[in-house]
Each structure stands twice: as structure tokens, then as C-alpha cells.
């Protein structure tokens, strides 16, 4: 009786053994088929990488309409992009974010240094603003920001 118990748990284990073994390298066709799973997946993540960009870039181009009776907007110097009412940004800054920094800069009392969330990346950023007829405000990832 002893030695029919330890056939019985032997062949328990071998069985346990080999359905663990297949369920995890499975065939070349299952690995195969993950592999493009996950190359999908990753294709599908860059792109949608690649339309928040262009989203951004498009943004930028888009919103800079008229001043709707604000102040006028700066001539933002060489390779900035206005924003309209009043607002440019460097190359690294989107206008959604822009807007938030002069809106916290004046909710501050014109404060020299400020926090700011920034609706692209959901990420706050401290800002570093120096008053004067056109307000500069940089920090953050390489943003400038200039308003009136």
C-alpha cells in the first residue's frame, strides 16, 4: 500500500510538472502570436504619441487668433509663437500651458516665482517671472512664456 502512494504522488508530480512546462513557454505559434500582440501594442502607444504631438504643434498654430479686446499681443521675438490676448511662448511651450502661467502669475500678485499645471503633460512646473513691460516667465521642461 506504501508504494502504491508514492506511484500515485509521483505521477501527480510528473503531471503537475509537464502542464506547468507547457503553460509556460507554450508553442512557437502562441509565443509568435504574443510578439505581434506586443508589437501592436507598442505601435499603437507611438502613435498616439505622435498625435499629441501633432496636436500641440497644431495648437500652436491655431490658437493664435485675435485679442478679443485684451491687451494687444507682444511681437514675440524670432522663433516664438503668439498665442493671442496678449500672450507669446518659446518653441517648447504650448498656449494652454501659457495661459495657466499668466493666470497663476497674476493670481500670485506678480510673485517671482510660481507653480503651474500644465494640461499636456499633467505635470505642475515652477516658473521663474521677471515683471516689465512684457512679463518672462521660464522654467519647467524649456518653457518661456512672454505677456503683457
Do not use: H, K, W
Not at 508514492?6 to 508553442?27: D, E, I, N, Y
Not at 505601435?43 to 491687451?71: H, P
Not at 511681437?75 to 493671442?84: E, I, K, L, N
Amino acid at each position: 500500500m506504501r508504494l502504491g502512494t508514492r506511484c500515485v504522488s509521483a505521477a501527480l508530480t510528473v503531471l503537475v510538472l509537464a502542464s506547468g512546462c507547457a503553460g509556460t513557454g507554450g508553442s512557437d505559434e502562441e509565443r509568435i502570436a504574443r510578439e505581434r500582440e506586443d508589437a501592436a501594442e507598442d505601435a499603437r502607444r507611438d502613435e498616439r504619441i505622435r498625435q499629441l504631438e501633432r496636436e500641440r504643434s497644431r495648437e500652436r498654430r491655431d490658437d493664435s487668433g485675435g485679442s478679443g479686446g485684451q491687451s494687444p499681443t507682444p511681437t514675440p521675438p524670432s522663433g516664438r509663437t503668439s498665442c493671442g490676448d496678449g500672450i507669446a511662448v518659446g518653441p517648447n511651450t504650448t498656449c494652454s500651458f501659457a495661459r495657466n502661467v499668466r493666470d497663476a502669475y497674476r493670481e500670485s500678485g506678480g510673485s517671482s516665482t510660481i507653480e503651474v499645471y500644465s494640461p499636456v503633460t499633467g505635470e505642475t512646473y515652477t516658473m521663474s517671472c521677471t515683471a516689465g513691460v512684457t512679463t518672462v516667465c521660464s522654467g519647467g521642461n524649456n518653457a518661456t512664456v512672454y505677456f503683457r
